[in-house]
Structures are given as C-alpha cells and as structure tokens.
T-cell receptor, first 112, second 112 residues
C-alpha cells in the first residue's frame, strides 16, 4: 500500500530537549516536505527536499533542521524545542511539488 | 506575496443541500490547484487536482473549477451527506517557487 508514515504520532517534551520526527514514504517520490499546521493559519511549509541531499527552506524554517540521506526518509529535527513549536506536523511526498501530494497522518507535538 | 484565501471559514448546511466552497489566490501564474479533505485528528486526503491548463475536474459528487485569470477556484459538493463533514483545504502550486501554498481551510458541517 502506498503510504507516508510518521513517528511518533504524539509527543510531549520539555523545552530544550532535542527530538526527531521521522517520515518515510514507499512510493519512490523525489519530492518531500514538512508542514506545520496551527489554528487559523493553515499549513505552512517548514522545509522541502527535491531529491537526496537536496533540501531547502520553506516559509517557517527557524528552529528546525532536516536531512535527506535516503530517498525514502526525510526526518525533521528540533535541536532545542521551544513552546512556540507546539503544533501539528505533517510530512508529504510526491513526484514533484506540482503533482498530487500524499500526506502522512500527522505528529502532534507539545513542548512545555 | 503569494496568498491563498478560503471563504467561508465555516459552513453548516442540512443534509442533501448542494454547496460551494471558495478559494482565491493572488498570482495567476500557477502550475495547479489541489483540494484536500482533513478529518479531525487525521492527515490530508487529496480530493481533486486541477492543472493550470484545465478548467475543472470531477470525482463523484465533487466538482472543482479553476479560473486562473480571476484567481479563483470553487469546490462544488452535490447532495451533501453527514459524512462530508470535515475541513476542506485548497492549495496552490505557484510557478514562482517549488512549493504549495495552502489556504486556512473551510470547516464544513452537514447536519442530518
């Protein structure tokens, strides 16, 4: 089954404790991206990757890092989480930014 | 700045009614426009993708139209059902940039 998986689905952590949210897709897609969703703001792109070892900033990259060492995986790293990073995070993949996007189930992160 | 706006923010209708959700965007130079559905606590499901060269797409009771020149798209839902209750998101792939820009969504409630 074609899918995008994210782990963990729920995470509560404390300020400053490094964390990684994993994202994996099994569709051999070149393009992957991370979004955060906040009430009233819709989805905002954090980072995207056009292919292996090619990443770039989206609209709200501050406080986040990503890597793309393998085509299927695109982890999101918060080196020092802060409460304003409490949000719902989605990973997505597709052939390119302008093909149909496939989304993961989301990761709800709470930073206290 | 490339922006996507969805109106109304929320809509409540009785079962069986036909309804229209609106999406407007600020730049007519687009690759495509995509409509998504999001159920509470879940990820996004792609409903319809309209390429910039197309005027509309249909899937079952859903019909999406695109008017690039006026910067508008509509999602028409025929004979609404309680199961249609969800948040509907519009996303535009602008030619300038490798990303989708999302609207804030329309929360739809269909009452039985």
């Amino acid at each position: 089954e074609a899918q995008v998986t994210q782990n963990p689905r729920y995470l509560i952590t404390v300020t400053g404790k490094k964390l990684t949210v994993t994202c994996s897709q099994n569709m051999n897609h070149e393009y992957m991206s991370w979004y955060r969703q906040d009430p009233g703001l819709g989805l905002r792109q954090i980072y995207y990757s056009m292919n292996v070892e090619v990443t770039d900033k989206g609209d709200v990259p501050e406080g986040y890092k990503v890597s793309r060492k393998e085509k299927r995986n695109f982890p999101l790293i918060l080196e020092s989480p802060s409460p304003n990073q409490t949000s719902l995070y989605f990973c997505a993949s597709s052939k390119s930014p302008f093909y149909e996007q496939y989304f993961g189930p989301g990761t709800r992160l709470t930073v206290t | 700045k490339q922006e996507v706006t969805q109106i109304p923010a929320a809509l409540s209708v009785p079962e069986g009614e036909n309804l229209v959700l609106n999406c407007s965007f600020t730049d007519s130079a687009i690759y495509n426009l995509q409509w998504f559905r999001q159920d509470p606590g879940k990820g996004l499901t792609s409903l319809l993708l309209i390429q910039s060269s197309q005027r509309e797409q249909t899937s079952g009771r859903l019909n999406a139209s695109l008017d690039k020149s006026s910067g508008r798209s509509t999602l028409y839902i025929a004979a609404s059902q309680p199961g249609d209750s969800a948040t509907y998101l519009c996303a535009v792939g602008f030619q300038n940039g490798n990303k989708l820009v999302f609207g804030a969504g329309t929360i739809l409630r269909v009452k039985s």
